[in-house]
């Protein structure tokens, strides 16, 4: 059996309907005597919904998963060369992408009928993370095949915006050894111009923590929002609870004085049969018969 294409089959369905599809595919592998087909198969893993929801952006969207995932060559190629520049401005891309993207698969997944919670759009935003800072999880993720959400990852453990060293500055002919009007401009351009980096390197931080924060907001929010859920379909549920126990009670009291209305009538069917016997037996001895 071709192992790759059901496995590709496979993280295309939902995950409620993975385990069914994958069983039935290693019996039939099974029955085929495609003992090595069968083991491959059984071994395949059942996606978390964030990680479902994530392989739908390279399923469906190749072209912007694509792009996601030269950015993440960039940032690893600027962290591996100390480029200071080029990891600042893909850095300001990778926040932007990523909320974005993650958008885009809540969207595509209750396009397919299985809506996302706020904890969810979390997870798959720390899967997007992954992905452009781990290379074995973008290979997994680039063929729609990623399994589990992986652990929280934010920026390069190596190195940061801030901590990257600038590229030095090219070398300037010797001054005299009275310095002009000329030399005090270049001294403030430099100045200027470190005093500008630092900032640069300042607000990509603070982009960052201001994502940080939003994620561990809509976290929240999305935990609340379940709470409340669960909260109103438990009061949902007391309510019928409490309306079946009071019908139950009043149909158990109509039936229970229906059954004490019956015993009467037949008491007092009783009572009128025992008479007429006697009328009959008087009358019969009355007439000798």
């Known amino acids: 059996m071709d192992v790759e294409k059901i496995a590709d089959e496979l993280y295309g369905l939902k995950p409620a309907e993975f385990v069914q599809v994958r069983d039935a595919y290693a019996a039939e592998a099974r029955k085929a005597k495609d003992t090595a087909g069968a083991k491959a198969i059984a071994a395949l893993r059942r996606p978390a ?3 479902w929801a994530s392989n739908l952006l390279p399923r469906e969207r190749r072209q912007e998963a694509e792009q996601f995932l030269a950015l993440g060559e960039a940032l ?6 100390l480029d200071a520049e080029r990891l600042r401005e893909a850095t300001r891309q990778q926040h932007q992408l990523i909320t974005t993207l993650a958008r885009t698969a809540a969207g595509l997944a209750k396009e397919a009928g299985q809506p996302v919670s706020g904890t969810v759009l979390h997870e798959i935003e720390q899967s997007l993370h992954a992905v452009l800072t781990h290379p074995d999880v973008a290979e997994q993720w680039s063929k729609g095949r990623l399994v589990k959400v992986p652990e929280a990852t934010v920026g390069f453990a190596a190195v940061t915006p801030e901590t990257a060293p600038d590229r030095p500055a090219p070398a ?9 009007r000329g030399a005090d401009r270049r001294k403030d351009l430099e100045r200027a111009r470190t005093t500008a980096e630092k900032a640069d390197a300042k607000a990509g931080r603070l982009e960052q923590e201001l994502d940080e924060a939003r994620d561990a907001q809509e976290a929240a929010g999305g935990k609340a929002e379940e709470a409340s859920e669960r909260v109103r379909r438990l009061e949902r549920e007391l309510k019928e609870a409490r309306r079946a126990k009071a019908e139950t009670g009043a149909a158990a009291a109509e039936a229970d004085s229906a059954l004490q ?12 049969a025992e008479h007429a016997a006697r009328a009959v037996q008087h009358l019969e001895r009355q007439s000798g018969l």
């Not at 690893?76 to 060369?81: D, G, L, N």
């Not at 300037?172 to 002009?180: A, C, V």
């Open 49 to 51: 919904l964030a990680a």
């Open 76 to 81: 690893r190629e600027a962290h591996r060369t």
């Open 172 to 180: 300037e002919r010797p001054e005299p050894k009275k310095p002009g």
């Open 261 to 272: 209305a019956a015993e009467r009538a037949l008491r007092e069917a009783r009572h009128s």
